[in-house]
């Protein structure tokens, strides 16, 4: 296994039962405000949030229509506590890179605040494209830093027990989806944070 992998779910599956208590529970709060938001969802929809952690992103989208909501985690307390506190909800481990769903089968794919965990963006790239019906769309909302933070951040990011790999500008972030098809629709940042918003081709 991945050694990132490793450190996700040792980190996560400790932080599980108290998760939006630690530290980044509360960090990632406003993340997915931002994000529930800016998706735009319709009554219908299969929505997936991938590094969905206990469930609340998924939960609260759908609050807003009656969607067919799915979400992946690598770490397995996490899924547990999510099926347990959303059971109309279906939740399943699973790492970025090999999703246990068919192939054109959302309309919609989140990722709240876990772009940065992805060992290979490239993998998860050719996942969403997979998954996602014609003209669906992905949102990543992730960490924002200016250019001299982000680079000093960096570097040390891959050293951290909790599985961080890298923080991404949008036009990274844009560039790796257009090369497997993927159109951009807008991104948009406020504080700390990004949202790219992009569109299966």
Do not use: W
């Not at 405000?33 to 998706?39: D, G, I, M, S």
């Not at 490239?122 to 933070?149: D, Q, T």
């Amino acid at each position: 296994m991945n050694k990132f992998n490793e450190k996700n779910i040792k980190a996560y599956d400790k932080k599980a039962d108290n998760y939006d208590n630690t530290h980044d529970g509360k960090f990632t709060e406003k993340f997915k405000t931002l994000l529930l938001n800016t998706v735009s969802v319709k009554d219908g929809d299969s929505v997936l949030d991938v590094g969905c952690g206990n469930g609340t992103l998924l939960s609260r989208i759908a609050t807003l229509k009656s969607i067919q909501g799915f979400g992946t985690d690598i770490s397995s307390q996490m899924i547990k506590n999510a099926t347990s506190r959303y059971s109309k909800l279906r939740f399943v481990v699973s790492d970025c890179e090999k999703i246990p769903f068919d192939d054109n089968s959302m309309d919609i794919i989140t990722v709240c605040a876990a772009y940065h965990h992805f060992p290979n963006v490239n993998a998860f790239a050719a996942e969403a494209k997979r998954l996602l019906k014609a003209s669906g769309s992905l949102y990543i909302a992730e960490v924002y830093l200016p250019l001299g933070i982000r680079q000093v951040a960096n570097i040390f990011l891959p050293l951290l027990k909790d599985g961080d790999v890298k923080f991404y500008t949008s036009k990274e972030i844009v560039n790796t989806f257009s090369s497997f098809g993927f159109r951009l629709i807008n991104t948009m940042a406020k504080g700390h944070i990004q949202i790219v918003h992009l569109q299966k081709g």
